[in-house]
Nanobody, 119 residues
Framework: QGRLVESGGGLVQTGGSLRLSCAAS????????MGWFRQAPGREREFVASITRASVTTNYADSVKGRFTISRDNADKLVYLQMDSLIPEDTAVYYC????????????WGQGTRVTVSS
């Protein structure tokens, strides 16, 4: 299943930006669709964005479209989430996840990085 380690979270004001990174090891990264999820206090974990193996297709939750951008570097086994125009509703723990390209479920998860957006 490999190991995923997120970084880049922190405290930012409304309207600010953050860039999250996820470093993968121990998995065939080039064969994985990668995604970002988040869980706000008292809420279920929700999908944020995903990117296919060769970055051909990206998908976003409606709540982040136009503000967040997912990208990946297959050579260095990294996934990024650029978050712009942040709002307090984006406050959550953000998780990096991976699933083998022909599977439906994400089976590799990081420990999460906390993002707090102050008003």
């Amino acid at each position: 299943q490999g190991r995923l380690v997120e970084s880049g979270g922190g405290l930012v004001q409304t309207g600010g930006s953050l860039r999250l990174s996820c470093a993968a090891s121990g998995l065939a990264f080039n064969s994985y669709t990668m995604g970002w999820f988040r869980q706000a206090p008292g809420r279920e974990r929700e999908f944020v964005a995903s990117i296919t193996r060769a970055s051909v297709t990206t998908n976003y939750a409606d709540s982040v479209k136009g503000r967040f951008t997912i990208s990946r570097d297959n050579a260095d086994k990294l996934v990024y989430l650029q978050m712009d125009s942040l709002i307090p509703e984006d406050t959550a723990v953000y998780y990096c996840a991976g699933r083998y390209y022909n599977r439906n479920d994400y089976d590799s998860w990081g420990q999460g990085t906390r993002v707090t957006v102050s008003s």
